[in-house]
């Protein structure tokens, strides 16, 4: 009944506290940190994608058991423009 389980974590750009809602525990409203996802949420969180107000596009990656990490897939633009400045010189 529209109920849901939430893992808080942090964006790797801006560090805002983001959040990622799962349907697979025990939907009784839990907030879980990244480093304490029961194993059935972990694995319902495996590679979803999140986008940060910052532009940062994430995605959650499963490792083993309940360890799960935030991995930038897309950086905000004016991150790119920097790291492009670099391999110019
Ligand atoms: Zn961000």
């Known amino acids: ?3 849901y389980d939430s893992v808080w ?10 959040e990622l809602q799962s349907k697979s525990g025990s939907c009784n409203f ?6 304490d996802v029961p ?3 972990s694995a319902d969180l495996d590679r979803q994608e999140i986008l940060c107000s910052c532009d940062a596009k994430i995605v959650l ?13 897309a ?5 790119f423009g920097d ?3 670099d391999e110019e010189d």
Do not use: D
């Open 61 to 73: 990656v499963q490792l083993t058991g309940k360890i799960i990490l935030p991995m930038l897939t």
């Open 30 to 35: 839990q907030n879980y940190e990244l480093w």
């Open 75 to 79: 950086a905000p633009p004016n991150e």
């Open 39 to 41: 194993p059935r949420i």
């Open 83 to 85: 790291l492009q400045e």
């Open 1 to 3: 009944m529209g109920s």
């Open 9 to 18: 974590f942090r964006c790797p750009v801006c560090t805002q506290r983001l």
